[in-house]
């Protein structure tokens, strides 16, 4: 089972990225995605449930980010618009086989497989 993540960078406040975790190995229910900063617990970024699509998304994020997923490619995107110096962190996608309701997507420790992570920097 590999979850590979990528798509991370440096840019400037106001600016976007678009992460993407690859998967392969297996097939999940969940995916989620989470981000730790320097000297600072991992948290809830955003999930969805692969097959209804469902999603969910932290208060700091919603309106700015978009989780999506491309079954064809079994790889989930996190499309981050607006980028603010606070969303700078590592970036990690986590993968759980069971489905999650939407409630308990944000428990960062019901998820099975997590991926290496991406750093995402934002400059102001």
């Known amino acids: 089972v590999q979850l590979q993540a990528s798509g991370g960078g440096l840019v400037q406040a106001g600016g976007s990225l678009r992460l993407s975790c690859a998967t392969s190995g297996r097939t999940f229910n969940t995916m989620g995605w989470f981000r730790q900063a320097p000297g600072k617990e991992r948290e809830f970024v955003a999930a969805i449930r692969w097959s209804a699509g469902y999603t969910a998304y932290a208060d700091s994020v919603k309106g700015r980010f978009t989780i999506s997923r491309d079954r064809a490619k079994n790889t989930v995107h996190l499309q981050m618009n607006s980028l603010n110096p606070e969303d700078t962190a590592v970036y990690y996608c986590?993968?759980?086989?069971?489905?999650?309701?939407?409630?308990?997507?944000?428990?960062?420790?019901?998820?099975?497989?997590w991926g290496q992570g991406t750093q995402v920097t934002v400059s102001s």
């Open positions: 986590a993968a759980k086989t069971s489905i999650l309701v939407v409630s308990a997507m944000r428990s960062r420790a019901l998820y099975d497989y």
